[in-house]
T-cell receptor
Framework: AQSVTQPDIHITVSEGASLELRCNYS??????LFWYVQSPGQGLQLLLK??????LVQGIKGFEAEFKRSQSSFNLRKPSVHWSDAAEYFC???????????FGTGTRLKVLA | DGGITQSPKYLFRKEGQNVTLSCEQN?????MYWYRQDPGQGLRLIYY???????QKGDIAEGYSVSREKKESFPLTVTSAQKNPTAFYLC???????????FGPGTRLTVT
């Protein structure tokens, strides 16, 4: 069965520190991969996506993610976190021919001043 | 501006009543989706529709119903059969030739 795992429920970092949020998936082939961000009580905003090609993808707000096929991972990174990055982050996959997403359970990021 | 609107933002109902959540999009997207979000469980798919007058059940469709009479609109009815209806409900849409989903701001439903 297809699944997405975000092993870290909560992460706390200091402002200006680097950030890496982990995402692993289970699927027989390479899915389409996404990272979304959600501020409290709001909808989700797409940060970046990977369909094919260069395995390092750049997104909005200074985020990037790297696809590693051998590890079935799609980790999200940011070199220097800002207080406004505090939010919940969701990794999701979609598989070719279907239009349904499978979401991870999310990682809540707290940023210390 | 193009986007997805959900109304109302907060909704309160008594147990045993049906309630309909609105979702409208002006992005000209073919596909629309309803998700339920509960703390610690991520997003779970309730129903989705790829074309007008057609829709499919998602993972947790029991106790919910939808209609898709217009491309722009995909209302969700939470029926009295839904055992735990209190949750945050998110609507999304996408073009069928891409896989990017765009989300509305959500409706928080509280049933007491």
């Amino acid at each position: 069965a297809q699944s997405v795992t975000q092993p870290d429920i909560h992460i706390t970092v200091s402002e200006g520190a680097s950030l890496e949020l982990r995402c692993n998936y289970s699927y027989g082939a390479t899915p389409y991969l996404f990272w979304y961000v959600q501020s409290p009580g709001q909808g989700l905003q797409l940060l970046l996506k990977y369909f094919s090609g260069d395995t390092l993808v750049q997104g909005i707000k200074g985020f990037e993610a790297e696809f590693k096929r051998s590890q079935s991972s799609f980790n999200l990174r940011k070199p220097s976190v800002h207080w406004s990055d505090a939010a919940e982050y969701f990794c999701a996959i979609a598989t070719s021919g279907t239009y349904k997403y499978i979401f991870g359970t999310g990682t809540r990021l707290k940023v210390l001043a | 501006d193009g986007g997805i609107t959900q109304s109302p933002k907060y909704l309160f109902r008594k147990e045993g009543q049906n309630v309909t959540l609105s979702c409208e999009q002006n992005l000209n997207h073919d596909a629309m989706y309803w998700y339920r979000q509960d703390p610690g469980q991520g997003l779970r798919l309730i129903y989705y529709s790829q074309i007008v007058n057609d829709f499919q059940k998602g993972d947790i469709a029991e106790g919910y119903s939808v209609s898709r009479e217009k491309k722009e609109s995909f209302p969700l009815t939470v029926t009295s059969a839904q055992k735990n209806p209190t949750a945050f409900y998110l609507c999304a849409s996408s073009r069928t030739e891409t896989y990017e989903q765009y989300f509305g701001p959500g409706t928080r439903l509280t049933v007491t």
